[in-house]
């Protein structure tokens, strides 16, 4: 029997779409729609579980399983899931405020222990379900409902948080860029441990043009540089600057020569150290291109298969056991 081919019409769910017109999370949802067919995975083992935010809604949208689970909590719910059914798919849709403010030790930890699953961190830098205030990701002096003074925090960055986690798969995007997108969600689709993706999104309502300075099409190669593993960090409209790297850090080159390209540093994202990835993460616009792609990808031992191995030996040494034996084991209580 033929195997039917899926399209993006299967995985758009009958729900009516509730964002904000213009808002650049139907970017996002109509590139996840796009890619998943391409993907090969049945549509009953795929799962989307999101918190609470605007981005949270994504699951209803998805023509696939979904949960919608409750403030910062994504990661706890999916963690459960993939434990016990670890053959699913499992997508986490999070933002800057649902997945770095109430649910970050949530998020750190998931990182680190190198679950099986994705997360798409979506940041606008605002609060945007509960109509503009700061978030996080907020910058220094912006002005907002919450702070009309201008906030005095300083934001966290996202992806420097994934990496001091040690999370295995870092990367950037913004939710303008298709094909740059679709790329990371096939590439976190085939990586195995913790995929996590930042995408740059527009909240056009609260914080409209958060990162236009560096997205429009006509700066963006200025002021960006695609990662790409084992080519030169170059950037520019016609690739005629570079980032030079030496003990001190990074710095920018003109690229006016072959010699001049010979200077420029090769991108390592499977370099074991995270610190160079790390380093990557702290470049920023003005100073610097802000760096897109994947900034680190190393295969590492999931959570799910060593608590596997774990379960295996256990039983293998002490059989299967039993419920009730367990229960009145040790020093036990009649009432």
Known sequence: MTKTKLTR????????VRWCPGCGDYAILANMQRVMP?????KENIVFVSGIGCASRFPYYMDTYGFHTIHGRAPAVATGLKLSRPELSVWIVTGDGDGLSIGANHLIHLLR??????VLLFNNRIYGLTKGQYSPTSEVGKITKSTPNGSIDRPIDAVSLALASQATFVARCFDVDAAGLQSLIKAANQHNGTSFIEIYQNCNVFNDKAFAHISDRDVRADKTVW????????????NDKGLVRDANGFSVIDVKSAADLQKVYVHEPRHGDSSYAFQLSQLSYPDFPVPMGI??????????????EQVDASIKKNGQGDLQTLLNSGTVWEM
């Open 9 to 16: 019409q299967d995985f758009t769910s009958d729900q009516e």
């Open 113 to 118: 222990r190198n679950l099986d699953v994705n």
């Open 38 to 42: 391409e993907l090969g995975i049945p």
């Open 227 to 238: 990662l790409e593993a084992g080519k030169p960090l170059l950037f520019g409209n016609n």
């Open 295 to 308: 900034l680190r990808q190393v295969e590492q031992p999931t959570y799910e298969n060593c608590l596997q």
